[in-house]
């Protein structure tokens, strides 16, 4: 399977490549926040990206606030086919929102805030859709795409990382992401979920940790010490810590004042993470239940400038 580096912050109207196609199993996930003055928006998922003549869109997916409705539709040889419209609109003006594509072998289902919305019948294979448009209201942080993975790929994987997700030029701290951050991972963790954290650590910084728990649970435990010149691993399970893991290869991936990304690979037996796109660890899983993971936390001597789930 080919990588697919996330697409941050991308100016709209936006159209972008999927490298390699949809695939089944694969999820498309766009986080951002919809604009007050926002009428409607939408989602297309296009059989090529040139304008004349227009490509197919397998899915076209519209909420539309003037109408109080979702529109879902295919355009095909220039002309749109039969309408789909729900009138349960689930999204908000000025609020943020997370829409999930899940590329099933029979139908699109769409997940909004990690509940299910809608499924729409393929009509046209999604393994011609290389492409996604993104236009109206929106501020869109993110458009991210999850799939199976092999232990294999791993290494390349992360080496195109480097470039997609580490941060550069100034911090910037938004609203969203001020420290202590925490927020929800929608659906619990499962093998090939991803999240990424971005940032700059303080100049002057000790340390800093991130979480993944479930309830007072945290199945990993990411804790670089400055002050210990170490990056310590655990969990914390039914109130006791287990045994830290603090060696590594190459010695402290982090340093004082200067930016960094987290990725972050749930695999089926193990944590795969990597930092400013080298590969670091491998942590087996101590928590029993991946699914109950559904907390992020991050703490600290840092500044947060993307989060990615």
Not at 21 to 27: A, F, P, Y
Not at 46 to 73: K, Y
Request: proline share 7%; with cysteine.
């Amino acid at each position: 399977m080919a990588f697919q580096a996330p697409y941050y912050k991308p100016s709209l109207p936006f159209s972008g490549q999927i490298y390699g196609g949809l695939r089944g199993g694969m999820l498309v996930i766009i986080n951002g926040t919809i604009f007050p003055t926002c009428t409607r928006f939408q989602v297309d998922f296009q059989c090529g990206s040139g304008s004349s003549p227009r490509p197919d869109i397998a899915l076209h997916f519209n909420p539309r606030f003037d109408e109080g409705c979702v529109v879902a539709n295919t355009l095909e040889s220039g002309k749109w086919q039969q309408e789909e419209r729900r009138k349960d609109l689930p999204f908000r003006k000025g609020q943020g929102f997370e829409l999930r594509f899940h590329v099933k072998s029979h139908s699109f289902e769409v997940i909004v805030n990690g509940r299910h919305y809608s499924e729409f019948k393929h009509r046209i294979a999604f393994s011609r859709v290389d492409t996604i448009g993104v236009s109206g209201s929106l501020d869109v942080a993110s458009i991210s795409f999850q799939g199976a993975t092999t232990p294999g790929a791993w290494t390349a994987q992360v080496a195109q990382m480097q470039n997609a997700a580490s941060p550069s030029g100034p911090c910037i701290l938004p609203q969203t992401y001020s420290v202590p951050y925490q927020t929800c991972i929608y659906g619990g963790l499962f093998p090939s979920k991803s999240i990424i954290v971005a940032g700059t650590v303080s100049p002057v910084a000790t340390r800093f940790h991130v979480n993944l728990k479930a309830g007072q649970d945290i199945a990993l435990h990411l804790n670089p010490r400055f002050n210990e010149n170490v990056f310590v691993r655990n969990s914390k399970l039914r109130g006791a810590w287990g045994s830290e893991e603090r060696s590594l290869p190459s010695g402290m991936p982090f340093s004082r004042g200067q930016p960094f990304s987290i990725w972050i690979l749930c695999e089926p037996q193990c944590f795969m993470v990597a930092v400013n796109g080298q590969h670091q660890f491998a942590y087996n899983h101590r928590c029993p239940n991946l699914q109950q993971v559904n907390q992020l936390e991050v703490e600290g001597d840092v500044c947060l400038s993307n989060v990615q789930i």
